[in-house]
Structure formats: C-alpha cells, structure tokens
C-alpha cells in the first residue's frame, strides 16, 4: 500500500484491490442477498464481533457472526491475523456518516474499502477549519493509521451531489464500503484528550479522583 502524500499524514491507498466483475458479483449479492436492516439512510452489517458502545468494547450479548464465503477473499492480509470486526455498509445517494473517529480504546488498525459510486470523504484536524477531502473511489482500499486514524475525524457529508477539486459536480449514486478493524492489544496512549476516549476517560477519572480527595479533604476540615 503506498502512502497519500497530503495532510492528514497515515492515508494507505491501494487502487484496484478487487477487479470490476468481482465488485460487480458483490454489488449483485449486496443487492440481492442480503437481508438489510428496514430503514433509511446509511445501513449497516456486522460480521465478526460486534461492537458495544456503551463499554467501548465488543458486546459479550452478541455472538461471534462467522465471515459469509463472499466476504473471506476480502479480508485483508497484512495485519497478521483477521480483523476482528467487519462491517459493511450501504450508503443511499443523499446518505452520509457524521465526523467521528473510530474509538481509539476499542480498535487500533482500521482499513475500508469502497465499491459502487465514489465518494468525498472530508477529514478534519480536530475542531479546527483544516480539512481535506479524499475522493474514495470503487475498488480502493484505504487504510488509516498515524495522524489521519488518531488525530483528524472523517466523515461523508449527507448530500446529493460532491463538488470535485477540478470544481465538477458529480451526482451521488449507491455506494458500499467494508470496514475491518482490529482490537486494540493494551490502552492507546496517544493523550488527545479532544478525540481519544482513553485520554478523556483517564482524564474524566482523575478529575473525579481529584473532586473526591477535594470533597473528602473538605468534609475533614468541616467536621
Ligand atoms: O464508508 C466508509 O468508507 C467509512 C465508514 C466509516 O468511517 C466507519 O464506518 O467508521
Ligand atoms: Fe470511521
């Protein structure tokens, strides 16, 4: 995979890691196959583990989903064992995702790759203005790592059309994206406290500490 050379640094980018009749079959299952959740917007479904957003971690009550055959040849092979979660998603013309990271305590690597219409994914440095957009096209697969996994968000905007650097606008069309990630072995300790939930959650512990010994100190001298 070699490395996009922009800002956010840790973009790695492999063209053509499916041919287009392979992604045409899987686009044909994904239509016809699957048994979608019954909603609108962006659908989601889990393979592998699934995740629990309450405890951050994976859900002990959801059993363990074995990858379907038409999954297996697109896992990727270059983190040493599978991924432990794999989602795929379906994303309506019109759809997007709101800027987020990937829970930096739950999962370490983290790869996606893009089929049907391409797509703006906008990065962002934190709350700051600077951000970039990278065109996800079918067939690609990205992995974030670094800066552009821990310390920038991403997101799809919700909307029909994307506006290109060249200034065309291209009309939104369906678009399927597999997520795979890794669990993380050990706490991240990259210390963001604006974007990592281990550094808020250590960060929110000891303020509660602090508050405790405070209030304890204070009851002392009270009585
Ligand atoms: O659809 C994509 O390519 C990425 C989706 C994403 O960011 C996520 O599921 O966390
Ligand atoms: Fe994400």
Same mark, same amino acid.
């Given at each position: 995979?070699?490395?996009?050379?922009?800002?956010?640094?840790?973009?790695?980018?492999?063209?053509?890691?499916?041919?287009?009749?392979?992604?045409?079959?899987?686009?044909?299952?994904?239509?016809?196959?699957?048994?979608? /959740?019954?909603?609108? +917007? @962006?659908?989601?479904?889990?393979?592998?583990?699934?995740?629990?957003?309450?405890?951050? =971690? #994976?859900? %002990?009550?959801?059993?363990?989903?074995?990858?379907?055959?038409?999954?297996?040849?697109?896992? /990727?092979?270059?983190? +040493? @064992?599978?991924?432990?979660?794999?989602?795929?998603?379906?994303?309506?013309?019109?759809? =997007? #995702?709101? %800027?987020?990271?990937?829970?930096?305590?739950?999962?370490?690597?983290?790869?996606?790759?893009?089929?049907?219409?391409?797509?703006?994914?906008?990065?962002?440095?934190?709350?700051?203005?600077?951000?970039?957009?990278?065109?996800?096209? %079918?067939?690609?697969?990205?992995?974030?790592?670094?800066?552009?996994?821990?310390?920038?968000?991403?997101?799809?905007?919700?909307?029909?059309?994307?506006?290109?650097?060249?200034?065309?606008?291209?009309?939104?069309?369906?678009?399927?994206?597999?997520?795979?990630?890794?669990?993380?072995?050990?706490?991240?300790?990259?210390?963001?406290?604006?974007?990592?939930?281990?550094?808020?959650?250590?960060?929110?512990?000891?303020?509660?500490?602090?508050?405790?010994?405070?209030?304890?100190?204070?009851?002392?001298?009270?009585?």
């Amino acid at each position: 995979m070699k490395e996009l050379a922009i800002e956010p640094r840790g973009i790695l980018w492999e063209e053509n890691f499916i041919s287009p009749e392979h992604e045409q079959q899987l686009i044909s299952i994904f239509r016809h196959e699957l048994d979608w /959740p019954d909603r609108t +917007g @962006r659908q989601s479904l889990h393979y592998g583990y699934t995740f629990d957003y309450k405890t951050f =971690g #994976i859900d %002990p009550e959801i059993p363990y989903k074995e990858f379907p055959d038409w999954l297996k040849p697109l896992i /990727p092979t270059t983190e +040493g @064992r599978p991924p432990e979660q794999v989602c795929l998603q379906y994303y309506p013309p019109g759809s =997007g #995702i709101p %800027p987020h990271v990937d829970a930096h305590m739950a999962y370490d690597q983290l790869y996606a790759l893009s089929m049907g219409a391409p797509v703006l994914m906008q990065f962002r440095k934190g709350k700051t203005e600077e951000r970039v957009d990278v065109d996800l096209t %079918p067939r690609t697969m990205m992995q974030m790592k670094g800066d552009a996994r821990l310390h920038w968000t991403h997101g799809i905007k919700k909307r029909k059309t994307d506006t290109l650097a060249d200034g065309s606008v291209r009309l939104r069309e369906d678009r399927w994206s597999i997520t795979y990630r890794w669990l993380r072995e050990g706490e991240c300790e990259c210390g963001n406290v604006e974007l990592c939930d281990v550094a808020q959650r250590r960060n929110g512990v000891e303020k509660e500490k602090r508050s405790l010994k405070e209030l304890t100190e204070k009851d002392a001298l009270e009585e």
